[in-house]
């Protein structure tokens, strides 16, 4: 759990006087992210969300804010940003870039059946659509290069065979990413990190993505992986379970179906979506940041899907 920025409700009572939103009644740290400090607040005009950024700059965050509208413009279930009296969607709260975006009703799914797994397939695929025409670039910054530029950083925390898996596994994505198929493969804004606890069910009714600061331009297919490496599979063992797996691609394929070349990097993609998120952990877990509150997540639990995903 982490608030790396703490906020009171008097420091959020002067900040709040810029929104068109009314007094603060109340401020509450939420501690189960890991990248940025995030509040609930209450104020007259309702209940929002206030996220300090402790990495992004305040250049890259018209990126995510931006895209965050642009989908909800398109019917896409995501928090909508809140402008401020100028008009501007992030501004500095104690020296760091903040921005307040609606809240979203409902809570996380974390033991999902196949329903869910097809909700979430579906809504994925059509916010793959909806960003097609979102004309500002950024690339994933958790892509191929911030692989290849991390590797080494986390190098001497590991055993001879962690080593040989990370290093293996990396020449096989960069020799796939330089590859002919790979430059076929459609892209556009994705999530990047669109696991149980970034989406938000109310029953079995998905009611929003949330947490973009990882979105960026990719693949649209290593996005499907990051979400099925999370939403399909047992925990415990990393493994896939068929019926969620089935579950959520039918439900994408119903919008938006896969090409062959998709369908051939499928398990290339699998393989990347485990070790990005397997080399992020480890990087966090040995070279954590100061944080008021912080678990760091565990990496071997992606150290274990990613030998899964390499033994299929
Ligand atoms: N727009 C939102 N609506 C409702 N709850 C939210 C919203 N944004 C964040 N949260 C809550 O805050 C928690 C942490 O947010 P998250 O974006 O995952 O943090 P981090 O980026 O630091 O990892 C979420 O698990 C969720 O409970
Ligand atoms: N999903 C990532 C960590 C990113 O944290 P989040 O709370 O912003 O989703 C992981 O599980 O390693």
Request: charged share 15%; aromatic share 10%.
């Amino acid at each position: 759990m982490a608030v790396f920025t703490p906020v009171s409700l008097a420091d959020l009572s002067a900040w709040l006087l810029q929104f068109p939103l009314g007094r603060a009644h109340a401020i509450k740290g939420i501690s189960s992210g890991i990248e940025n400090s995030n509040f609930f607040i209450t104020t007259d005009a309702g209940d929002y969300v206030l996220t300090i950024f402790e990495n992004l700059s305040f250049e890259q965050l018209p990126f995510y804010l931006h895209l965050m509208d642009h989908l909800a413009q398109r019917g896409i279930l995501v928090p909508a940003p809140v402008a401020n009296n100028a008009g501007q969607l992030v501004s500095l709260l104690h020296g760091k870039p903040a921005a307040i975006v609606s809240k979203l009703s409902g809570t996380s799914q974390m033991e999902p059946s196949p329903l869910h797994c097809g909700e979430v397939g579906t809504m994925l695929a059509k916010m793959h659509l909806a960003g097609q025409d979102y004309d500002l670039q950024q690339d994933n910054l958790r892509g191929l290069a911030w692989w290849t530029e991390t590797a080494p950083k986390v190098r001497d925390f590991l055993s001879p065979e962690q080593l040989q898996l990370l290093s293996s596994e990396l020449q096989h994505q960069q020799t796939y990413a330089a590859s002919a198929p790979y430059q076929t493969l459609a892209r556009g804004p994705i999530h990047a990190d669109l696991f149980r606890n970034n989406v938000m069910f109310d029953g079995t009714r998905l009611t929003g993505f949330f947490d973009f600061y990882f979105a960026g331009w990719d693949t649209l297919i290593f996005d499907l992986a990051v979400t099925i490496n999370d939403w399909c599979i047992h925990l415990e063992s990393g493994e896939l379970d068929p019926a969620r797996v089935s579950a959520l691609l039918n439900a994408y394929q119903q919008v938006r179906p896969l090409s062959t070349e998709e369908q051939s990097a499928w398990p290339t993609m699998l393989r990347g979506a485990a070790l990005r998120f397997w080399l992020s952990r480890l990087f966090d877990f040995y070279q954590p940041r100061e944080a008021h509150m912080l678990t760091p997540h565990d990496p071997a639990h992606f150290e274990r899907i990613l030998r899964k995903r390499c033994e299929q």
